[in-house]
């Protein structure tokens, strides 16, 4: 795809990962799987730096209604959190799950419930994380008092959620998001971890 032109002093948003442009997962689309890639601020100068220097492709033109603030969020919190809701393929009328309400947590609240979704449930542990989720139209789920999943089946009718998005990277939280799935039910896994999985089925 041609890019817009982009002359000095344009005002853009930046993709946060730097890819090599020409590997066979860049090529393909799937350049988050980059042998190559690095993170802005964390692999490569970037976050607080005055000037940094990227590759054209990974500037996005920022339209003059959207401010800095919410430009940077979309490029990586909103983003991330937007494909792995593709990627579950969330209908609107279904019931989701998010555990985990940080910043990928948070702009997934928001984008499920403008996608559609009947109604989202956000697990955590911190009450005001929970309570600004509530405010983003989540339906708090306080993981430090209950047990989230019996939770979530207790307020579906033992049914449980249509999507689960795992956005913290713990193996118990993974577990609970595929537990707390209905039939047919997604799990998508967005947090990294390094420690091993295992999946127990659920019990009442």
Do not use: W
Request: charged share 15%; glycine share 12%; aromatic share 4%.
């Amino acid at each position: 795809l041609a890019l817009p032109a982009l002359l000095p002093g344009a005002l853009v948003a930046l993709h946060y990962l730097v890819t090599c442009g020409d590997c066979a997962y860049c090529a393909r689309g799937t350049e988050q799987f980059c042998v190559r890639g690095a993170m802005l601020g964390k692999h490569r100068d970037g976050g607080y730096a005055e000037y940094i220097a990227v590759p054209a492709r990974n500037c996005v033109p920022l339209p003059a209604e959207i401010p800095f603030e919410q430009g940077a969020i979309m490029m990586c919190s909103s983003a991330t959190s937007f494909h792995a809701l593709r990627k579950a393929g969330l209908q609107p009328g279904e019931r989701v799950a998010v555990l985990g309400a940080g910043g990928l947590g948070m702009s997934a609240i928001q984008l499920a419930r403008a996608c559609g979704a009947l109604e989202v449930y956000a697990v955590d542990i911190n009450a005001g994380k929970l309570a600004l989720a509530e405010r983003l139209g989540a339906s708090p789920v306080d993981a430090s008092r209950t047990d989230p999943v019996a939770e979530i089946r207790r307020r579906t009718g033992g049914r449980g959620v249509d999507v689960a998005l795992e956005v913290i990277g713990l193996p118990v939280t993974m577990q609970q998001a595929v537990q707390s799935l209905a039939i047919f039910g997604r799990a998508v896994l967005v947090g990294i971890t390094n420690r091993p999985i295992q999946i127990d089925t659920y019990h009442d």
